[in-house]
């Protein structure tokens, strides 16, 4: 195996980009990680092209390049941010403290996926250079820019551990929340995930499957070419109609499931829910490599344990079915952690660039973390599942 290539300094330049149209897509696409697809360039130009991002929305997009003799060898992408909605860090208290003492804290450079809870790498480096060296060149780079920009603070949301650990060594704070993941034991079929639950828990998804199947309603799974235009118009329904009684307004919008359809259908996976022929709720998620991402979820009339077939269970069977190690199914969770999802640490990293803010908030983050550690054990200590109460589930960094 080849030792990674070295940055040379005298042969490396870095080009900030307003727009993904700006950076060639097979190009772009060359450096991307193999199991996250958020930061692929049909996904940011959906979000784009559809209006969901860009000047007005709370989310300008900025994408820093790092080249050497031309070639793209590195990308982070931020937002410059006027507000926190659609982030799944919060940080409102941070604003009002701010605020409170009379400074500003918006406009501030966020990295992540809009409107997207998914740990994955931030910090794109292609796979044959030094991960390192490029990963501190872009950090320092990013600093700068936003410094001049006086722009509060930098946050790094859903990271992956080793990136936190760089962003530390850069001077970041690092932030520990918690998610619920399920993890593939190497299951046969859902009845053997099934058999890793206790019994109780293990009858009451039995008889909450059986319950749909008693009113009729079928469930299937559509990916790639299989994904019609019909199939997106229910998904979009649902998902307005959720978006409605939840939030009062969608984060995206219809031209941007159309993109999905038009560009992205390859990492497409829905799962839409039917009786007797008519779509009565569904799910969109995005698969990628051995990771499958559930994002939205709704429904045109309410049945009991919907939610939970569509959002947990066929998945669960559609990663069995193929490989797929991770499902993360999103945001909150408590019904996650009853039904075979474990506490799992969720990472990110902030800056701030007011020297009394970054002490301030330093303290804060260092008694938040040993609470957070004990959350997350105690909540494994009496899962269902039994690999968390065994002590398998991902160590926390």
Not at 49 to 75: D, N
Not at 79 to 104: H, P
Not at 250 to 257: G, I, P, V
């Amino acid at each position: 195996m080849k030792a990674p290539k070295k940055l040379s300094k005298k042969s490396t330049a870095f080009q900030i980009c307003h727009s993904i149209t700006e950076v060639e897509k097979k190009e772009y696409d060359s450096i991307q990680p193999d199991n996250n697809p958020f930061f692929e360039f049909n996904f940011l130009f959906a979000l784009e092209k559809s209006g969901c991002i860009g000047p007005g929305t709370g989310w300008e997009p900025r994408h820093l390049l790092l080249r050497e003799e031309g070639r793209l060898i590195g990308a982070v992408t931020f937002y410059l941010k006027t507000d926190s909605y659609g982030e799944y860090i919060f940080d409102w208290e941070w604003a009002r403290a701010y605020q409170d003492a009379g400074l500003s804290y918006y406009p501030k450079a966020v990295v992540g996926v809009p409107f997207t809870p998914a740990t994955g790498p931030r910090i794109i480096v292609r796979k044959d250079y030094d991960y390192e060296t490029c990963g501190r060149a872009l950090i320092e780079k990013l600093v700068e820019i936003c410094s001049i920009k006086s722009l509060s603070s930098i946050h790094f949301l859903f990271v992956t551990a080793k990136e936190q650990e760089l962003l530390s060594d850069c001077g970041f704070l690092p932030r520990l929340t918690h998610q619920y993941h399920w993890h593939n034991s190497d299951y046969l079929c859902f009845d053997n995930f099934l058999g890793d639950l206790r019994s109780g828990r293990r009858k009451q998804i039995k008889k909450e499957k059986r319950r749909l199947g008693d009113l009729g309603i079928e469930v299937s799974v559509f990916e790639k070419e299989q994904i019609r235009r019909e199939h997106i118009d229910c998904i979009w329904e649902f998902y307005v109609n959720t978006s409605s009684r939840k939030w009062g307004s969608a984060y995206l919008n219809r031209k941007f499931f159309d993109l999905l359809f038009e560009t992205y259908r390859e990492k497409t996976v829905l799962v839409i829910a039917r009786i007797d022929g008519r779509p009565v709720g569904g799910t969109i998620n995005f698969r990628k490599g051995d990771k499958l991402y559930g994002r939205y979820w709704g429904c045109s009339v309410e049945v009991p344990y919907l939610h939970f077939e569509c959002c947990y269970y066929k998945p669960i069977e559609f990663a069995i079915s193929n490989g797929i190690n991770v499902f993360e199914a999103g945001a909150q969770g408590e019904h996650k952690f009853l039904r075979g999802f474990e506490a799992v640490a969720v990472y990110s990293s902030h800056l701030f660039f007011n020297p009394g803010a970054q002490s301030s908030i330093d303290n804060f983050l260092r008694g938040e973390r040993p609470y957070m550690r004990s959350l997350i054990s105690e909540y494994n200590k009496h899962s269902p599942l039994k690999r968390a109460r065994g002590g398998k589930s991902e160590k926390i960094v």
